[in-house]
């Protein structure tokens, strides 16, 4: 059977499994009688938050105590990922359930006007009542997608003719005639600035009262799944002053640079404030650590905020919070900016997950599990703790399962990949948080990590006679792995060389 028909008649199949899966969920949540109490969701996700950039994680100077609670009162999983780190796809895993190829979106790009199953309509469909509050970073962006409301903060993005998000409307009657941008500085700038504006008007504020205030006046029979997305700590790096007065330069982490990372030092000067790499010396990476970690703790005494309004209602032992974030932030890392890279500080994310009294489990509270994950295994995750069944079909597997200490379908390692975006550097790579392996398929280079003994990836082993074995085995994982693409990807038996960007799948949906 061709490749192409095989993945034909694998789409109708899941297509089935899906409209299957959420019709038995509709009427389960119409059947008569008692039905067990559901939890509440909260979901909470930050953007571009780096995965070590949280107390629980190890971080000694960032001050994050309400996420450190999260973590105290579920597990923190150490080796999360967001497999194609950037903000669309990471959207896209986190609707659909599935890894890169089968959503079908390889880099950044504009995500799909419908996939075949969904998360909000999945829980819909369990009787959840759903609502989204802050950044959703969907086309058309005034999209439900099976949410029954929105509040948008969309950063100043109008993709849609006429478009104006819910905060800057709300922006323009609190503060007539100001500038909601003006601070200055790009929404992919290097550069950092204390918030140049009242500290009630910042849009992180915004999306902590609106979620407050969602809780406070919740008075509806169902269970709800509120999820609360910040556009921080995304730059601009711009929390309000109090913020950044909290840390001092010489106390953030200097960049790691890799023996291997010269490549990426050069930058036109002056430097373009929104480049995406170049050596600007580590008092400015510092300069924009101190802004960052502002940011992340102003999100997080906004997450304290929500939690205590969760505790006042009486709703905290009923809720499963997550908490996760779409990709991480280089900061000047390797001499490397934003995001799209396969390396921990794109890559790796924050992942935390608090679950009800009621699911037990109170021994494995306050663990770190090093299980891999990622974001295609938020949905499976949501759905199990609704008691709504999950489509066969699905690449994600329910983080829950490893709190309960299943192990027998441990998943050994995860794929990530990003197609062309900065450069030519489109690639590949496996890692099982051990190790990390990544393909360039531009020019065939191939770099290899030992992420327990290197964490901060500044040994490339790929050259290394004494790690020929480890070499050989990670590139015939990712040949395994690459084999159902074709061959565009896997050529008699080895990896291909490819000069075009290929930034959609065959399996992205047809836009309608």
């Known amino acids: 059977m061709g490749l192409d028909c095989w993945m034909k008649m694998t789409r109708r199949s899941f297509l089935r499994s899906a409209a299957a899966v959420t019709a038995a969920a509709s009427l389960a949540a119409e059947a008569a009688g008692t039905p067990r109490r559901k939890p509440n969701i909260l979901y909470l996700m930050s953007d571009q938050h780096r995965g070590d950039c949280l107390g629980c994680a190890g971080n000694r100077v960032i001050k994050t105590p309400h996420l450190d609670s999260v973590a105290a009162d579920g597990v923190r999983f150490s080796r999360a990922y967001s497999s194609t780190p950037s903000c669309t796809p990471a ?29 909000p309509g999945a829980l819909r469909g369990a009787g959840y009542y759903l609502f989204g509050i802050g950044k959703m970073h969907w086309y058309p962006q005034r999209k439900l997608r099976g949410y029954h409301g929105t509040e948008l903060d969309e950063s100043g993005r109008a993709q849609t003719p006429g478009f104006v998000s819910d905060y800057r409307i709300w922006f323009g009657k609190q503060a007539p005639g100001q500038n909601p941008d003006a601070t200055g500085i790009g929404w992919n700038d290097y550069r950092a600035r204390a918030y140049a504006l009242a500290e009630e008007l910042h849009p992180t504020k915004w999306t902590g009262d609106r979620a407050v205030d969602f809780i406070e006046k919740y008075n509806r029979s169902e269970p709800f799944m509120l999820k609360v997305s910040f556009a ?43 480049l995406w790499r170049g050596d600007l010396g580590v008092r400015q990476a510092k300069e924009s650590r101190r802004a960052y970690y502002g940011s992340v703790s102003f999100i997080d005494e906004q997450i304290g905020r929500i939690l205590a309004a969760l505790k006042k209602r009486g709703m905290y032992d009923n809720t499963l919070i997550v908490f996760f974030s779409d990709h991480g932030d280089m900061l000047g890392d390797h001499h490397l900016w934003r995001k799209t890279y396969a390396y921990e500080g794109s890559a790796n994310i924050p992942m935390l997950l608090r679950w009800p009294k009621s699911m037990g489990m109170d021994d494995r509270r306050g663990m770190t599990l090093s299980e891999p994950v990622e974001l295609r295994d938020v949905l499976p995750t949501l759905l199990d703790a609704a008691g709504a069944p999950v489509p066969a079909g699905l690449d994600g597997r329910s983080m829950l399962d490893a709190v309960r200490g299943k192990t027998r379908n441990r998943r050994p390692y995860i794929d990530l990949e990003h197609s062309m975006c900065y450069s030519k ?50 590139r015939g994982r990712m040949v395994e792995h690459l084999l159902e693409r074709g061959e565009q990807f896997v050529s008699n038996g080895k990896l291909t060389m490819r000069k075009k960007r290929l930034l959609y799948s065959p399996n992205f949906p047809k836009r309608t």
């Open 91 to 119: 959207r896209s895993a986190i609707l659909t359930g599935l890894s890169p190829w089968h959503h079908g979106m390889l880099g950044y790009g504009r995500i799909a006007d419908k996939y075949p199953f969904e998360l």
């Open 425 to 474: 550097d489109h690639w590949n790579a496996l890692t099982d948080g051990a190790f990390k392996y990544i393909y360039f398929a531009f020019d065939g280079r191939e770099q290899l990590f030992d992420l327990e003994h290197d964490p901060g990836e500044l040994r490339d082993l790929a050259a290394e006679p004494s790690h020929k074995n480890e070499l050989l085995e990670w």
């Open 232 to 274: 921080r700590p995304h730059s601009p790096y711009d929390p309000p002053k109090r913020f950044i007065e909290m840390y001092k330069e010489d106390d953030m982490p200097a960049p790691v640079v890799g023996d291997w990372a010269g490549r990426y030092a050069e930058h036109k000067d002056p430097p373009n404030p929104s």
